[in-house]
């Protein structure tokens, strides 16, 4: 005799329901529109000098600190 049980939930899928042909063009046409408009339509933002300033010297010291970097491994091989 086995003690091994499969017990297992019932089955709680909802059936699939078939979905008109017009409702499938109207979804496509419609997602085409959002993601159209958002490609094409471009929002200015607002510069913010300050930030914009200090992005820049980040990004100047991130080249540095690369560059002394690698200069260290090259001397060091």
Known sequence: MSNDLDVRPPSTRA???RVS???RIA???GMSLI???RRT???R???DHATRLRL???RRQREVDLL???AVMRMWR
């Open 27 to 29: 979804l496509r046409v």
């Open 35 to 37: 993601i159209w408009s």
């Open 21 to 23: 042909l017009a409702d």
């Open 68 to 70: 002394v970097h690698s």
């Open 56 to 58: 820049e010297r980040e």
């Open 15 to 17: 059936p699939r329901r």
């Open 45 to 47: 933002h607002a510069v």
């Open 41 to 43: 339509h471009h929002v």
